[in-house]
């Protein structure tokens, strides 16, 4: 079926409350394990119908954030989430407390009730409105991004339709490009700041009220991390400031000489190669024309699956006027199918943004036949090696995609993956500082943003700009305002990624039937144990950070590097 032909409707809440409780004490009062079980899946039915619905209103609205019905129905499901929280948790809470939770754990193993307790933990009635709050300020971020409208070359253009100018190869025009970009930002500074400052008041509330000592704590328990802590990921950080920027500071030298600019500003790193950065030869339909015989080729697995995304029109993958920014995959359980959404601007990151939500795609009809809901997925770090990996195994057939640009692409995709990996950890230690001192004041966050970028992006050149002078940059990024704690994600799973790029050039097909068992297991298991299951090391295991990063030295410095 395809997406414009699935079914939407407000979800009734009276009546959902009403089959749930009735649910429930079923499985309260459940007489034997079979019966409980029984009770369960009918439960999981119940939330998969929900849950579907709300992610439809979702994906419409972000498709189009000036339409009226779906801003509407966004509305009741910001507003309505909660109370949907608020049930499920009374559904963990008689989980945990199961008089057959051995039998539980025999049939879906130990982390379906690690989970529970978490989500136990980090919910109660009194923090409703609270969260009824949050979801409406997250929402107003969406909108005053989506709403930039901003004047270019006698046009009017999205942000990302301003990315392909600047990359332009013209200084001069990627200096107004990103001008242009800046200028939304600092105008809007003190809406950006407002709603943020909300938001960090309003979770640190959220946090004391539930028990934490403060957000940090129950950030990561909300991100479900049930196999490692703040410790972790600082020992993490510190590997990546001792191993990483050092590389990457090479790295910009090497760049600053290869495209020949005077000066090395901001606007100049996104620019690769003096005769231009590597491009997709076509539009949009010719991509997903070209994808196909790409996935074909990694497997017939993903070659069917990637036909299955196209012929149901399962992606919206074009930027225009009042669409969501950024990129996302969901899922819609009802009819067990993945949806992508993405902003196509005509740069290579066209290429690299639909491999990536392919690979999240794939996971999801891999794990598609779970029947606990929390397995359909995993937690968010190893989702994201499913799709950073993807990035990496599909570069053998990059050619079809780049022509006689491809080793421009596969040596700015590998050099752009280790380089995000200092920014990714900043934006991680800057949530830190952020919920550790929440009554911080905007202007103290700045400062601090200001510091990270010199101990991670020391080779950064504002070209005096003073609202990112003064440390405004991170307003660019929209997981600080939605997602907290969710951007380590990306750098911790960018190592297992590196891991498979390493392993795919060693053994291609031992490398894909690994990351195929890896997107099988779906979130059945915590993320340190799905490494261990695709025969990877862990980004949290002393020297692997060493180990990841000297294989990719060892690369550049030979039959890739680009001089």
């Known amino acids: 079926m395809k997406f414009n032909q699935f079914s939407y409707s407000r979800p009734d809440m009276d009546d959902l409350k009403k089959q749930f409780e009735g649910l429930l004490n079923r499985f309260e009062t459940a007489g034997s394990f079979e019966e409980q079980i029984t009770a369960m899946n009918h439960i999981s039915e119940l939330r998969s119908s929900f849950e579907c619905q709300a992610r439809i209103a979702r994906t419409r609205y972000t498709i189009n954030t000036a339409d009226d019905f779906y801003k509407k129905e966004q509305g009741f499901m910001d507003e309505n989430l909660p109370v949907y929280q608020g049930m499920i948790k009374r559904f963990y809470e008689a989980l945990v407390k199961s008089s057959y939770k051995k039998e539980l754990e025999q049939k879906h193993g130990t982390q379906l009730l690690k989970l529970a307790d978490l989500r136990v933990k980090t919910y109660s009635d009194e923090v409703l409105e609270d969260l009824k709050q949050e979801n409406k300020l997250t929402s107003e971020y969406v909108n005053l991004v989506a709403s930039a409208k901003i004047p270019f070359e006698g046009g009017e253009l999205t942000l990302s339709q301003l990315s392909p100018y600047i990359q332009s190869a013209d200084r001069e025009t990627r200096k ?7 200028g939304f930002y600092s105008q809007h500074q003190v809406q950006f700041d407002e709603i943020y400052d909300k ?26 991390r049930t196999d490692y802590n703040a410790a972790d990921v600082k020992v993490f950080r510190d590997q990546v400031k001792n191993v990483i920027v050092p590389l990457c500071t090479e790295l910009k030298k090497k760049q600053h000489e290869r495209i020949g600019t005077p000066e090395f500003y901001y606007y100049d790193e996104t620019f690769q190669f003096p005769d231009g950065n590597p491009k997709p030869q076509g539009d949009s339909d010719w991509i997903v024309e070209k994808a196909q015989k790409v996935f074909e080729e990694l497997s017939s697995e993903t070659g069917e699956f990637f036909a299955f995304m196209t012929e149901n029109e399962l992606m919206d993958l074009g930027s225009k006027k009042g669409k969501a920014a950024g990129g996302y995959c969901t899922y819609f359980s009802t009819y067990q199918s993945p949806f992508i959404f993405t902003n196509f601007n005509g740069t290579d990151n066209d290429v690299r943004v639909l491999l990536h939500e392919i690979g999240h795609a794939y996971q999801m009809h891999s794990s598609r036949g779970y029947e606990v809901p929390e397995y359909q997925f995993p937690t968010l770090e190893a989702c994201e090696i499913h799709s950073m990996s993807m990035e990496f195994l599909t570069y053998p057939s990059m050619k079809e995609l780049f022509e006689g640009d491809t080793d421009k692409y596969l040596y700015s995709h590998l050099t752009g993956a280790v380089e995000f990996i200092p920014y990714g950890v900043a934006v991680d230690e800057f949530q830190h500082f952020v919920y550790e001192n929440p009554d911080a004041t905007p202007e103290e966050r700045r400062q601090e943003w200001s510091r990270l970028e010199k101990v991670y992006l020391p080779h950064r050149d504002f070209a005096g700009l003073q609202y990112l002078e003064n440390g405004g940059f991170w307003q660019r990024q929209g997981h600080i305002y939605k997602s907290p704690f969710y951007y380590i994600d990306y750098t911790l799973a960018q190592i297992c990624a590196l891991q498979f790029w390493k392993r795919s050039v060693e053994d291609a097909d031992g490398a894909w039937k690994d990351y195929d068992r890896l997107c099988k297991l779906g979130g059945s298991l915590p993320f340190t144990a799905l490494v261990k299951e695709a025969g990877l090391k862990s980004p949290f295991t002393d020297g692997c950070v060493a180990e990841v990063i000297e294989e990719v030295r060892s690369f550049l410095g030979t039959e890739a590097a680009m001089k």
């Open 176 to 182: 107004k490009a990103f001008l242009a970009s800046n």
């Open 199 to 224: 938001l960090v008041k309003l979770r640190a509330g959220i946090a004391r009220k539930l028990g934490y000592k403060n957000f940090v704590e129950l950030g990561y328990d909300r991100m479900s």
